[in-house]
């Protein structure tokens, strides 16, 4: 596979993975906050959906979000070795991570 194509799943599957834990999060701290507030009680939901399972949701797809953003940045490093050089010079050779 190449390099390009690999960058390319990975940054897709964070926007895919950031998006959910971005509207979970959302969800969880303005419309089901914890102890006290809007949607609290014994049947705490939203969109039939229970706060737990907002969280286990969130948990997961947050988890999934970080693994691929390290990854990504792992495919980044040698960008990061070059980026002083890349800044100071202003050459675009220097950039290339290929």
Not at 17 to 25: D, E, R
Not at 67 to 96: E, M, P, Q, W
Request: aromatic fraction near 8%.
């Amino acid at each position: 596979m190449k390099r390009i194509t690999l960058n390319a799943i990975v940054d897709i599957g964070c926007l895919i993975t950031f998006i959910p834990s971005l509207v979970t999060g959302l969800v969880l701290y303005l419309v089901l906050p914890e102890g006290g507030g809007r949607g609290t009680g014994i049947a705490a939901s939203y969109l039939g959906i229970a706060r737990t399972q907002w969280i286990t949701m969130h948990n997961f797809t947050s988890l999934a979000f970080a693994a691929l953003l390290i990854l990504h940045l792992l495919l980044h490093v040698k960008f990061f070795r070059n980026i002083r050089s890349c800044l100071s010079t202003g050459d675009k050779k220097a950039c290339d991570t290929e």
